[in-house]
Structure formats: C-alpha cells, structure tokens
C-alpha cells in the first residue's frame, strides 16, 4: 500500500524535513520525492510505502497536514487507491 502527499506553498527551509520526519516517526517509508520551486513558490509531491505504518492512515494524514500548515504550507494525503482512482478515465 502507498500514499501519494502533495505540498504547496511559499518557499520555505525545512519543507522535506518536516514531511519526512512525520513519515518516519510512523513508519511510512518515503520510496520517490519531486520537488520544484518556481519563483517563491515550492510543490512536492512523495509517494511513501505505508504497507507497515504504525498508526492509522487518518493520523498520518492529521499530522501531516497540520505539521505542513505551521510552516504556512498545504499538504494533502491521499491512499494510492483515492489517487488512482481519480486519475482513471
């Protein structure tokens, strides 16, 4: 199982650290990151393995987002089936 998480926002130092910090502290191993800043602005997007998480999809997906909004950022988390399934045609 997977989780594609998105961050948007203005540039700012510590982005990947934060995000993969709440990945680690449950066990969501980041497998690929892209990563882009176009004027002030940085996007993200990391795919991580969450086949062995140690809480709830739910909570990674809460603590994610508020962690990401403290540094005046979005972040959306969303299960590899949601994702694929919004994608298909």
């Not at 680690?24 to 990151?33: F, Q």
């Not at 999809?57 to 399934?85: P, R």
Request: with cysteine; glycine share 6%.
């Amino acid at each position: 199982m997977k989780t594609i998480i998105t961050i948007v926002g203005q540039d700012t130092v510590g982005v990947l650290a934060k995000a993969s910090g709440i990945c680690a502290k449950h066990n969501a191993n980041i497998i690929d990151v892209t990563q882009t800043v176009m004027g002030d602005y940085f996007s993200m997007v990391m795919m991580a393995d969450i086949s062995k998480l140690t809480c709830d999809f739910s909570q990674l997906s809460e603590e994610m987002q508020q962690g990401i909004s403290e540094m005046g950022l979005v972040a959306h988390v969303m299960h590899e089936d949601i994702f694929n399934a919004m994608h298909r045609i």
